[in-house]
């Protein structure tokens, strides 16, 4: 059943506000993130944090705690405490629950300090760390420096661990290119006395040639890109014990076309448990090694699919009985909760339903519930639930509308719920996660009051499959007449674990709508089959053969774009960034017909030039899949391009790298279509700061030119 939307309100406060007093009009420097004025434009915020169980809050100048009956704050800590070389406390932490210690870091050194003695307790330098993790048990950190992994302890003491770091073996960070939610490569037993590490060898990696423009004479700065079917880089995990300092590495067997991930220390911290996934990424294991010799001890778990699995969360053992965790898994279809023991024994299915666990929060130890986030209210919604492990039992807390995320305390009685709903800017609710009682600390106003704003409309059609239904998002002008034919821009992404609506404000809208929406201009965006929080089917639709159940289920919406007598037909245009400018060029040669105006950014080209992790996943190699891979590659649409294209790129992108735009280029120059082309020197896949402002300005430049 369709979520009922309260549109009828939100166009009629619109319409009474541009008919009864002049409106403010957007510029990209208010609605670009960018922009001068975006952080003014911006719903207001709390930045607030948990010193054990007590809420707190984060200031530039300023730090304390909040009343949790009356939202009440007090400064506990300023600026002018600490002394001269610390600029805001935004950044401070709270590691210890029983001690009045805070931890800040300036880059120049990390300090505890006592707010209560006002004075510093421990200090420890902090210069020229990279990736650094620091342990609150042992109060050791370990980072990178010049490419060797290093530990600075407790007393102050600074060791190296390794010698051969290189760009070629890379010690201490995220690995995989970042797949599989790998976001780090130190991981502390909770004790502090081991630190397991990534080790990557990529000496076998060809390098992509990229080039620094800003040098005297252009040099030569290549990046390791294991491309899809060659070579790729071979992991190995290594334990650092803080007492014997020695170091050792766990047995997994021959690292080559195998993938290291999730790793979990246990409770303990005896035991390290990992999952391993073949180059395939079929075949899943979780697997326990001896963190003291590197032993492999047993495997636990085993989970395989046609097509692929990809485990993107480690177990998480319960805090009231360690002999057993809840694992995550898409087995049954949706991203669900499991719970095992430590034989490997499923226990029982904790969530089940046509549904997808979006995001596991914590525990509430004394009632012995777990805290998620899932889509069970409605699919555009995420909402908060506890989870009772002995039955599955589950309860919805905090509101019941909108989009929400939580940060929990430590013992999980408490809760901080950020959300927000298409008519909601920002709530800020504290929630007893026991009773479900609430305090609102924050009620965000619009911050685009007085301004001329669109009409953002949500709604559904039919996929092509003729069955599934697909949610989409239109933005309409303010001065918006049913009875005028507008120039309409499709915009689009469209790949994996990405959406593009949700019942959060304005529907997830992105700015940038919101100006083409004032220059006179109608948007639309759909989520096809293939994007996230819709269920493994869903996603894996596009199997070796990206862009074609996309390109049909955006034909779709094309085809209910034609039906509004409101829409001008002849006057379509397509714009997306990164896998959206794949969509981009995808759609505009398929269907040269249909769209006058295209703006592709960061765009594939041809899956082959693609990485190794993620385009394996979805399109195999291409020596296994050589008709799927030929049939998506653009190089051979060139010859099709009918209305206008601008290609735009980062001229360093390390993503989706040069080659592909410049080879579209090339096979468009040797069958006489012409494309135009932009780049941005020395940017890389996004362009940052206020270059994304000139971004937007060329890209809406563009479609004023040619569709308006």
Same mark, same amino acid.
Request: some cysteine.
């Given at each position: 059943?369709?979520m ?20 403010k009009?957007?510029?990209?420097e208010?609605?670009n993130?960018?922009?001068?004025n975006?952080?003014n434009?911006?719903?207001k ?11 707190? +809050? ?9 009343d ?6 007090t400064?506990?800590a300023?600026? #002018?405490?600490?002394?001269?070389g610390?600029?805001?406390m935004?950044?401070v932490?709270?590691p ?17 300090y006592d707010w ?5 307790v421990?200090?420890q330098?902090?210069a020229?760390e ?10 050791t ?13 407790e007393?102050g003491?600074?060791?190296q661990l ?10 201490g960070?995220?690995v ?9 490569g130190?991981f ?6 081991? %630190? ?14 990229q080039?620094?423009?800003?040098t005297?004479i ?9 491309m899809?079917?060659?070579r790729?880089h071979e992991?190995?995990v ?8 020695q ?13 290291f991930? &999730? ?6 911290c ?5 999952f391993?996934?073949n180059r395939?990424?079929?075949?899943l294991?979780?697997?326990?090694y001896?963190?003291?010799?590197g ?5 636990i778990?085993?989970?395989?699919h ?35 023991d ?8 904790l969530?089940k ?11 509430n130890?004394?009632a012995?519930k777990i805290?998620?986030?899932t #889509? ?6 995420? #909402?908060l ?8 039992k ?5 509101s019941?509308?909108g ?7 430590k013992s $999980? ?7 927000s709903a298409?008519?909601?800017?920002r709530?800020?609710?504290l929630?007893n ?20 704003q669109?009409?953002f ?14 949610f989409?998002r239109?933005?309409?002008p303010?001065?918006?007449d049913?009875?005028?034919k507008y ?20 529907? +997830? ?7 083409m929406?004032?220059?006179g201009?109608?948007v ?6 293939g994007s996230?929080?819709?269920?493994r089917?869903f996603e894996?639709?596009?199997?070796r ?12 919406g094309?085809?209910?774009l ?10 379509l $245009? ?7 400018g794949?969509?981009?060029i995808?759609?505009?040669t398929?269907y ?10 960061g765009?594939?080209?041809?899956w082959k ?5 993620? $385009?394996e ?8 899949n050589k008709?799927g891979y ?10 099709? %391009?009918k ?5 735009i790129?980062?001229?360093n992108d ?6 592909h735009?410049?080879?579209?280029? &090339?096979?468009?120059?040797?069958v006489?279509?012409?494309p135009?082309?932009?780049v ?8 940052l700061g ?10 809406? &430049? ?7």
């Amino acid at each position: 059943m369709m979520m009922k939307i309260k549109l009828a309100s939100i166009c009629l406060a619109l319409i009474t506000a541009s008919t009864t007093m002049a409106q403010k009009l957007f510029t990209l420097e208010d609605l670009n993130f960018g922009g001068k004025n975006y952080y003014n434009m911006s719903p207001k915020n709390l930045y607030l944090t948990w010193w054990g169980d007590q809420l707190m +809050y984060q200031d530039a100048e300023e730090t304390g705690t909040v009343d949790m009956k009356t939202g009440k704050r007090t400064a506990v800590a300023t600026l #002018n405490d600490l002394g001269k070389g610390w600029h805001s406390m935004m950044n401070v932490t709270y590691p210890y629950a029983d001690k009045s210690w805070m931890l800040l870091n300036n880059g120049k050194e990390r300090i505890l300090y006592d707010w209560k003695k006002k004075e510093i307790v421990w200090r420890q330098t902090s210069a020229n760390e990279e990736h650094a993790a620091w342990n609150k048990a042992s109060k050791t950190v370990a980072f990178v420096r010049n490419h060797q992994l290093w530990i600075t302890t407790e007393g102050g003491e600074t060791r190296q661990l390794t010698t051969d770091g290189s760009r070629e073996i890379v010690y201490g960070q995220a690995v995989h290119r970042n797949e599989f939610a790998i976001d780090k490569g130190l991981f502390w037993s909770p004790d502090g006395q081991h %630190l397991a590490f990534y080790r990557m060898d990529q000496s076998m990696v060809e390098d992509y040639p990229q080039v620094n423009t800003f040098t005297d004479i252009a040099s030569y700065e290549p990046d390791k890109y294991p491309m899809a079917g060659r070579r790729s880089h071979e992991v190995k995990v290594g334990i650092y014990h803080l007492g014997t300092q020695q170091t050792i590495y766990l047995n997994t067997g021959a690292p080559t076309d195998r993938y290291f991930t &999730n790793i979990r220390w246990s409770p303990d911290c005896k035991l390290i448990y990992i999952f391993e996934l073949n180059r395939d990424q079929n075949d899943l294991r979780l697997v326990v090694y001896d963190g003291q010799t590197g032993e492999k001890l047993r495997e636990i778990y085993h989970e395989t699919h046609e097509k692929y699995v990809e485990p993107l969360t480690p177990i998480v053992f319960l805090p009231w009985d360690e002999s057993r965790f809840v694992l995550s898994s898409r087995k049954d279809g949706y991203t669900h909760l499991y719970l095992y023991d430590t034989s490997g024994k499923e226990i029982r299915q904790l969530t089940k339903g046509a549904f997808e666990v979006e995001r596991f929060v914590g525990f509430n130890t004394k009632a012995k519930k777990i805290i998620i986030e899932t #889509n069970e209210k409605h699919l555009l919604q995420r #909402n908060l639930y506890t989870v009772d492990p002995n039955n599955g039992k589950h309860k919805l807390i905090g509101s019941d509308e909108g989009v929400h995320h939580g940060r929990i305390s430590k013992s $999980g009685e408490w809760l901080i719920d950020y959300y927000s709903a298409p008519e909601i800017p920002r709530n800020i609710d504290l929630i007893n996660t026991a009773n479900g009682k609430l305090l609102r600390l924050l009620t965000a106003e619009d911050p685009w009051k007085g301004y001329e704003q669109p009409f953002f409309e949500c709604g559904t059609i039919k996929a092509a499959d003729d069955s599934t239904t697909l949610f989409y998002r239109m933005v309409k002008p303010a001065h918006f007449d049913p009875k005028k034919k507008y120039p309409t821009v499709v915009y689009v992404y469209g790949g994996p674990h990405a959406h593009m609506i949700e019942a959060s404000w304005h529907y +997830y809208s992105r700015s940038w709508e919101t100006y083409m929406a004032q220059k006179g201009y109608i948007v639309f965006i759909l989520d096809n089959r293939g994007s996230e929080r819709r269920g493994r089917d869903f996603e894996q639709v596009t199997f070796r053969q990206l862009g074609q159940a996309e390109m049909a289920d955006q034909m779709r919406g094309v085809d209910f774009l034609k039906s509004l007598p409101y829409v001008d037909a002849d006057r379509l $245009g397509v714009h997306g960034w990164s896998y959206g400018g794949f969509m981009t060029i995808s759609l505009m040669t398929n269907y040269p017909d249909v769209f006058k105006v295209g703006v592709a950014g960061g765009p594939v080209i041809d899956w082959k030039w693609y990485e190794v992790m993620y $385009g394996e996943r979805y399109m195999d190699t291409p020596q296994t899949n050589k008709e799927g891979y030929e049939k998506t590659s653009l190089l051979s649409k060139a010859k099709d %391009l009918k209305g206008k294209l601008q290609i735009i790129i980062g001229m360093n992108d390390p993503v989706v790298v040069p080659q592909h735009a410049l080879s579209f280029i &090339n096979a468009c120059t040797e069958v006489g279509t012409q494309p135009d082309f932009f780049v941005y020197p020395g940017e890389e896949h996004n362009m940052l700061g206020h270059k994304s402002v000139h971004l937007h300005e060329r890209i809406t &430049n563009y479609f004023e030119t040619y569709l308006k």
